[in-house]
């Protein structure tokens, strides 16, 4: 019985694997860096998102082994004039079970003017690390070449590439469509192939924002996030009410997954916003799991230039 409860567990953890292998963010309307990179540059500033994660609080395995996600998400991105776009930058931290995901990705865009506002036009590249802890896996077949010695600490790099649009009228709506890991690139470990181990992703994304008549201190931005692997579809679908542009409150709900209550404000040049989600599926039956939690911390700022008015002499001499 044992020995099936550890079967369970792993060929769940390999679904998860490969069913989450770009990760699960609630504040996405917020993360637009990270799925498409055709928003580098868009604000016309040099913005910074951090997001930590912890999805899915008290989950363990048979063993007592911790194996819920842990994640944390760092994206830069800024307006370079000269290149006539934007420059962006994704630093990424996977914790899931055995198994830990790094990631970098580098981004440039191209912006123009389409009609009331601007599009982006962006590509991506990915350096892709991920690394499988096998000391810590029970064997159900004694011959497995990864487990056999006891397995080791296995670690491997991919590189893969991402394209986007993304299209934002300010303070209106915004509209994009990408697609990610589009190279499906592959790993080996103790030259066993897995492939593909980056499934490609698509991504559709759009927002508005609606002042409330008569009101305008008061103001509500639903927004819509579809992620597919053409094997699985999610969609994430939120709405958040703002009042003057400074506090925010909100609920999302996620297919198949969870619930989300969101809180946030902004201060200054920053963004601050706390997520809760309240499991729906069967992880958070049975006590299994207490849900998941994300803070996400935002700066931007933009650079002026000062010019100072220069004065020049001309004495002129007259005779």
């Given at each position: 019985?044992?020995?099936?409860?550890?079967?369970l567990f792993l060929?769940?953890?390999?679904?998860?694997a490969?069913?989450q292998?770009?990760?699960?963010?609630?504040?996405?309307?917020?993360?637009?860096m990270?799925?498409?990179?055709?928003?580098a540059?868009?604000?016309?500033?040099?913005?910074?998102t951090?997001?930590?994660?912890?999805?899915w609080?008290?989950?363990?395995?048979?063993?007592?082994?911790?194996?819920?996600?842990q994640?944390?998400?760092?994206?830069?991105?800024?307006a370079?004039?000269?290149?006539?776009g934007?420059?962006?930058?994704?630093?990424?931290?996977?914790q899931?079970g055995?198994?830990?995901?790094?990631?970098v990705?580098?981004?440039?865009?191209?912006?123009?003017?389409a009609?009331?506002?601007n599009?982006?036009?962006?590509?991506?590249i990915?350096f892709?690390?991920k690394?499988?802890?096998?000391t810590?896996f029970?064997?159900?077949?004694?011959?497995?070449?990864l487990?056999?010695?006891?397995?080791?600490?296995?670690?491997n790099?991919?590189?893969d590439?991402?394209?986007?649009?993304?299209y934002?009228?300010?303070?209106?709506?915004y509209f994009?469509?990408?697609?990610?890991q589009?190279?499906?690139?592959?790993?080996?470990?103790?030259g066993?192939?897995?492939?593909?181990?980056?499934?490609?992703?698509?991504?559709?994304?759009?927002?508005?924002?609606?002042?409330?008549p008569?009101?305008?201190?008061?103001?509500i931005?639903?927004s819509?996030?579809?992620?597919s692997?053409?094997?699985?579809?999610?969609?994430?679908?939120?709405?958040?009410?703002k009042?003057?542009?400074q506090?925010?409150?909100?609920?999302?709900?996620?297919t198949?997954?969870?619930i989300?209550?969101?809180?946030?404000?902004n201060?200054?040049?920053?963004?601050f916003?706390?997520s809760?989600?309240?499991?729906t599926?069967a992880?958070?039956?049975?006590?299994?799991?207490?849900?998941?939690?994300?803070?996400?911390?935002?700066?931007?700022f933009?650079?002026?230039?000062?010019?100072?008015?220069?004065?020049?002499?001309?004495?002129?001499f007259?005779?």
């Amino acid at each position: 019985m044992k020995k099936i409860f550890i079967f369970l567990f792993l060929f769940f953890v390999t679904l998860v694997a490969f069913s989450q292998q770009e990760v699960q963010i609630s504040h996405n309307m917020f993360n637009h860096m990270d799925v498409n990179p055709g928003y580098a540059g868009m604000n016309d500033a040099i913005c910074a998102t951090l997001i930590a994660r912890q999805q899915w609080v008290g989950f363990k395995d048979p063993d007592g082994n911790k194996g819920a996600p842990q994640t944390y998400l760092l994206s830069l991105d800024g307006a370079v004039n000269p290149l006539h776009g934007g420059l962006g930058m994704t630093i990424m931290q996977d914790q899931l079970g055995f198994e830990k995901n790094l990631g970098v990705k580098l981004s440039y865009a191209y912006k123009t003017v389409a009609g009331p506002g601007n599009i982006g036009i962006g590509a991506q590249i990915g350096f892709l690390s991920k690394k499988i802890d096998f000391t810590k896996f029970k064997y159900i077949d004694a011959n497995d070449p990864l487990l056999v010695n006891g397995g080791k600490d296995e670690s491997n790099m991919a590189t893969d590439f991402a394209f986007g649009t993304f299209y934002n009228i300010p303070n209106k709506l915004y509209f994009g469509i990408s697609a990610t890991q589009l190279s499906q690139a592959e790993i080996t470990y103790s030259g066993i192939l897995a492939k593909p181990t980056f499934a490609r992703h698509y991504y559709v994304e759009a927002g508005y924002y609606y002042p409330l008549p008569g009101n305008p201190s008061l103001e509500i931005d639903p927004s819509i996030l579809i992620k597919s692997d053409l094997a699985s579809t999610q969609f994430d679908v939120s709405a958040l009410l703002k009042y003057n542009n400074q506090f925010w409150g909100g609920v999302s709900y996620r297919t198949v997954d969870a619930i989300v209550v969101l809180l946030g404000m902004n201060w200054k040049s920053f963004h601050f916003g706390y997520s809760y989600d309240i499991t729906t599926s069967a992880l958070g039956a049975k006590g299994r799991s207490s849900g998941s939690h994300e803070i996400m911390i935002g700066y931007c700022f933009k650079i002026i230039r000062e010019f100072k008015p220069e004065s020049y002499k001309n004495p002129r001499f007259l005779s």
